[in-house]
């Protein structure tokens, strides 16, 4: 466990490594960051002296080397916009949007597993036939579709729920979250139904597909013929081997949600860092951008290691390290 552990850490600077470079090298197409900054009535002398200032003008190696080296000791740069650390403005924003992301992925927890197991259990009755006709439709629907579908319906038409901003929200040692106040908890309906509509129909399909291989597999015929109660059989040892690869497949969708929150933000105005994101583009704020795209994957990489890692919890005859017995 230890060797593997090391590898994978190992890889996974690698992988961050790869990203980082990627993300910094994208920040010279972008715009001129100094258009926001100056305005128009900076003279172009000035505006030289402020990207020599910057360091907008030394060569590539010179300034990605400086940003490893800052990054190193956990600074990510400044924000031009908002006159910060880009760690600090998108771990205030953090918050907003891990609360999506979690309320997101218990509706797919509670939902998808046991629509999954249904269908394949009873995979000829009417209910499963149109759980599944559900789920083709919902994956051929964009998330933003789905978002303004739900916000005419429940907000402009029926006027249940509200259909933009965080509400109101209550802090506990420091973090302000909207699960613990009515208003706050009405808020977060639409953006978390939204957001797992991505994933929702996937997960029924996935679910399915391996418990339906689970109970035609030989270990379940012969615990059926061994007289074990049918619901045993099922739950214990068949929907325990379906969740293997669920949880592979959660593990990467965690950091995929996380990246669509952008649309999901957008469309309810939700002060997330997908919405944070988008601000930064259109005001060419480069390191508040490049600070995004290592954080969203960061989030992939450890999501990913930490899959790896439970591999061995749910299944313990899984060789994690890829080595022979």
């Given amino acids: 466990m230890f060797t593997f552990l090391i590898k994978r850490l190992f890889q996974a600077l690698v992988v961050m490594f790869v990203i980082s470079l990627v993300a910094f090298s994208i920040q010279d197409n972008l715009g001129d960051p100094l258009r926001e900054l100056v305005g128009q009535s900076v003279s172009e002398e000035e505006r030289q002296i402020l990207r020599d200032e910057l360091g907008l003008n030394d060569p590539f190696p010179v300034k990605y080397t400086r940003f490893i080296v800052n990054a190193a000791h956990g600074d990510l740069g400044t924000s031009y916009f908002f006159k910060k650390p880009v760690v600090e403005v998108i771990f205030d924003k953090l918050e907003a949007t891990l609360e999506l992301v979690f309320g997101a992925a218990l509706i797919i927890l509670f939902v998808a597993i046991p629509l999954g197991v249904y ?9 499963t036939k149109m759980i599944m006709a559900f789920s083709s439709l919902g994956i051929s629907v964009p998330v933003f579709l789905t978002a303004i579908m739900l916000m005419y319906v429940f907000s402009i038409e029926l006027q ?3 259909s933009y901003g965080r509400g109101e929200t209550f802090n506990v040692l420091g973090w302000e979250t909207g699960y613990l106040t009515k208003d706050g908890l009405l808020h977060l309906i639409l953006p978390c139904v939204s957001l797992a509509s991505i994933m929702l129909p996937l997960f029924i399909r996935l679910v399915r597909s391996e418990m339906l ?4 597999s030989e270990y379940v015929k012969f615990a059926m013929a061994k007289g074990l109660a049918v619901n045993k059989v099922h ?3 068949a929907l325990k081997n379906t969740m293997l690869p669920v949880l592979t497949v959660g593990g990467v969708q965690i950091g995929t949600m996380v990246a669509y929150t952008i649309l999901t933000e957008t469309v309810f105005q939700w002060p997330g860092t997908g919405f944070l994101f988008l601000e930064a583009v259109n005001r060419v704020d480069t390191p508040l951008i490049t600070a995004y795209v290592i954080f ?5 990489v450890v999501t990913n290691t930490v899959v790896d890692l439970l ?4 299944d ?3 060789n994690i390290t890829g080595k022979g017995a």
């Fill in 296 to 300: 969203v994957g960061l989030i992939f």
């Fill in 316 to 318: 313990p005859t899984v």
């Fill in 160 to 162: 249940w729920l509200p």
């Fill in 311 to 314: 591999y061995g919890v749910v």
């Fill in 235 to 237: 739950y214990q040892h």
């Fill in 213 to 216: 291989e689970a109970l035609g």
């Fill in 119 to 127: 269908c394949a259990i009873h995979p000829k009755s009417a209910w």
